[in-house]
């Protein structure tokens, strides 16, 4: 038998070159972009196994799944990029059901045109970041478009957890009397975001706070508190949230704004463009609301976690047939906290 | 934030309150416009009301630019868009107004329109800059506060000798909408509106100072105070109403002393009249035509008129029946009078102007404090 010498490849230009075509057509230099970028850097032994699925273990408990599409633009920007945030988002959605985030698959879709270089870089995030929060990512899958019809790179995050029986933190378990916690300054990540895109013009200092809860979730389960419901308050902010939660549960709620924890240059940006850091948008901040009873135990947990820090009790959750969310404003007066309508837009005068 | 959160301080707020509350009189009711929608906004954002006697009643004025555009304006800008094939640029609040055949500017643009938000008549110039290719039209409305940044891109669209630049302009006059509200029949003839004073502009006396005021406050006898956007502002600026009222005064006094002078911005005004002219007439929601109550680009600027430049004719658009954006800009009816609030007309389905604009009466009504006709409702 003859010996078949192995052809040379030349490895992908990882400096100057680009995503294009062949790169999503099934064929050889698509099989070599996985291998010599995704494979790489999130190489595991499920992705290993190179087969259109992966083939995980499960231990006990129910499964949990849940999917994120992340369309941001800038793809990166002060505190993180778009490789990170879609591993943070889908383990966050997960953690907020209660469950143990296990596994996690990535769908990308480049657009002909973009850097390999940028490529890289987010992939080396998602690595680091699936790395950090100890959730590997087992199977993926990568297609291109004409440039023109993406921009840049959009990526789909699925996970799959598992949720002991018994553990329930559905969006329509808030009773009246129970508090509303959050987890720390709200708003950071909208404002980075906002912040770095090229029409505004003005550069503040903000960091988008994109990170994974499930560490601080799990302190908050072994704390004992009866939690009641778990958020992660991310498009349309806090208000959106704890709008979806009042109709889910059927009650209204009062927040008291001299409570809520606000970055000052968060705040100088909202007030800046007439915005409100209510409806912006976080990564890496949950809502918890929890019996009254143990509010002071889930209170301290939570700001004993590097990520609950400056956790604060922001409003209490009340009887009211017209499932409004209230606030008591700093002024001293009274408002409604509404569904966000539309896009958040800037007012004129 | 320095110098912001002094003036929405919750304690000052308690101390005002009890000082309006001893200076209003029960045995008489006081009735204050303010006019802009900026008052509107932190009066509704605050729940400033909550801290006001129940014989103390705030009417939501006219004062909201993107409220008082006429259905007309909003259909030039579109045609402008999707038939002249321009790139318009326009501020945010002015994108979910309602306008013919069901659209908007936002669905103008889902149908291929070329519409930008731009945060300053600056940005609209630097994309014409960048796309020269492109004919970029500047939707510029707004009242005194706007029309100088909007006077600005004109001068420096002439200086780069920009070729595909033009304004479609649509810049209204304060004194003329007030001046339109107080010689409507319900306040002078019928009096079925009562008023008995004017929280003056803010932003825009800051630009034609306090000077143009006076002529009301002496003429139709009504005192006009001029107040800063925050909720003391507002707060004291009530006080100072009551108490004119109270002594029979009827004065222009200014509370937002900390940036409105009597003369306004000298520097401002002559940019702006160097580049505007009157018109003679221009339709307001709610208001139907006002004489001299807007702007228009002069003879000398004529190539920066979009209205010059591209073949769109002005056509009346009359508001949906059931509408009452106009009596509510008249301050005749309040959002909740309206059959349609909140049922039909909601933010995120705005049937009228009022209801598209966070500063617009209706919108702040229903996004902050329709709980309060709730609670009337069930007690």
Same mark, same amino acid.
């Given at each position: 038998m003859t010996e078949i010498r192995k052809g040379y490849v030349r490895p992908?230009?990882?400096?100057?070159g680009c995503v294009d075509m062949s790169h999503g057509s099934g064929g050889r230099a698509m099989a070599q972009l996985i291998e010599e970028l995704f494979a790489k850097h999130l190489g595991n032994e499920y992705l290993a196994q190179g087969n259109d699925g992966a083939v995980m273990p499960m231990p006990p408990g129910r499964l949990v799944m849940a999917t994120d599409s992340h369309v941001v633009s800038p793809l990166f920007f002060p505190g993180g990029d778009i490789g990170c945030l879609s591993v943070h988002g889908t383990i966050n959605d997960i953690a907020v059901m209660g469950a143990t985030p296990l596994y996690l698959a990535a769908g990308f879709i480049l657009e002909e045109g973009f850097p390999l270089a940028d490529l890289a870089r987010l992939v080396e995030s998602m690595a680091h970041a699936a790395k950090e929060a100890g959730v590997p990512i087992v199977t993926g899958d990568t297609k291109v478009v004409e440039a023109g019809k993406g921009d840049g790179v959009f990526i789909t995050t699925t996970g799959v957890g598992v949720v002991a029986d018994g553990e329930d933190f559905s969006g329509a378990r808030a009773r009246p009397g129970d508090r509303i916690i959050v987890s720390g300054s709200i708003g950071d990540h909208g404002m980075a975001i906002m912040a770095q895109r090229e029409s505004l013009g003005f550069s503040a200092p903000i960091v988008s706070d994109t990170a994974a809860l499930h560490g601080l979730i799990a302190a908050m389960r072994k704390s004992?508190?009866?939690?009641h419901v778990l958020r992660d308050?991310?498009? &349309? &902010?806090v208000a959106t949230t704890l709008n979806e939660i009042a109709r889910q549960s059927g009650v209204g709620m009062m927040l008291q704004e001299a409570a809520l924890p606000v970055n000052p240059e968060v705040a100088a940006a909202c007030e800046f463009l007439g915005l409100d850091p209510l409806y912006v948008a976080n990564e890496g901040k949950l809502l918890a609301i929890v019996a009254a009873q143990d509010c002071a135990v889930l209170l301290a947990t939570m700001q004993a976690h590097p990520l609950g820090l400056r956790s604060s009790v922001i409003g209490t959750v009340q009887e009211d047939p017209h499932y409004f969310v209230q606030m008591t404003t700093g002024f001293g007066g009274r408002r409604i906290v509404d569904w966000l309508t539309g896009e958040q837009l800037p007012r004129i005068c | 934030m320095k110098y912001i959160d002094e003036f929405r301080d919750g304690e000052l707020a308690k101390g005002l309150a009890v000082a309006i509350a001893q200076a209003a009189d029960p045995a008489r009711r006081y009735h204050f416009m303010e006019f802009c929608g900026g008052h509107t906004h932190a009066i509704s954002r605050y729940g400033v009301t909550d801290l006001l006697p129940p014989n103390v009643r705030m009417i939501h004025g006219p004062g909201c630019p993107v409220c008082v555009l006429p259905i007309g304006r909003i259909d030039m800008a579109i045609r402008l868009a999707l038939e002249a094939g321009v790139t318009l640029c326009t501020y945010g609040d002015t994108l979910r107004v309602p306008a013919s055949d069901g659209l908007s500017l936002l669905k103008a643009k889902a149908r291929g329109g070329d519409i930008r938000m731009v945060y300053s008549s600056a940005d609209a110039v630097s994309i014409a800059q960048q796309n020269p290719e492109k004919q970029v039209v500047f939707f510029a409305i707004g009242f005194e506060t706007t029309t100088p940044p909007t006077a600005v891109a004109i001068k420096q669209a002439q200086a780069l000798g920009l070729k595909n630049f033009s304004v479609l302009c649509c810049h209204v006059l304060t004194p003329a909408a007030i001046t339109n509200i107080l010689e409507s029949p319900e306040v002078r003839q019928w009096g079925t509106v009562p008023l008995d004073g004017f929280i003056g502009p803010a932003h825009v006396s800051t630009v034609?100072?306090?000077?143009?005021?006076e002529f009301f406050a002496e003429e139709f006898r009504k005192p006009v105070v001029i107040a800063g956007f925050e909720p003391l502002d507002v707060m004291q600026a009530v006080l100072m109403l009551i108490k004119q009222v109270n002594e029979g005064r009827a004065v222009v006094e200014n509370e937002f002393s900390r940036a409105v002078t009597r003369d306004g911005n000298i520097k401002a005004q002559n940019l702006v009249s160097e580049i505007f002219e009157l018109r003679q007439s221009f339709e307001w929601r709610g208001l139907n035509e006002v004489p001299y109550s807007a702007l228009r680009i002069r003879k000398e600027f004529a190539e920066f008129d979009a209205e010059r430049r591209f073949d769109i004719p002005y056509k009346t658009v009359p508001d949906n029946k059931a509408c009452e954006c106009g009596a509510i800009l008249r301050g005749v009816k309040r959002p909740q009078d309206c059959k349609i609030f909140g049922t039909v007309c909601t933010p995120e389905n705005p049937v009228g102007s009022c209801m598209v604009s966070s500063e617009g009466a209706c919108a702040a009504h229903y996004t902050f404090g329709r709980f309060k006709d709730i609670a009337v409702v069930s007690e």
């Open positions: 992908l230009d990882l400096k100057h004992g508190a009866a939690i308050p991310t498009r &349309g &902010g | 034609i100072g306090s000077r143009p005021y």
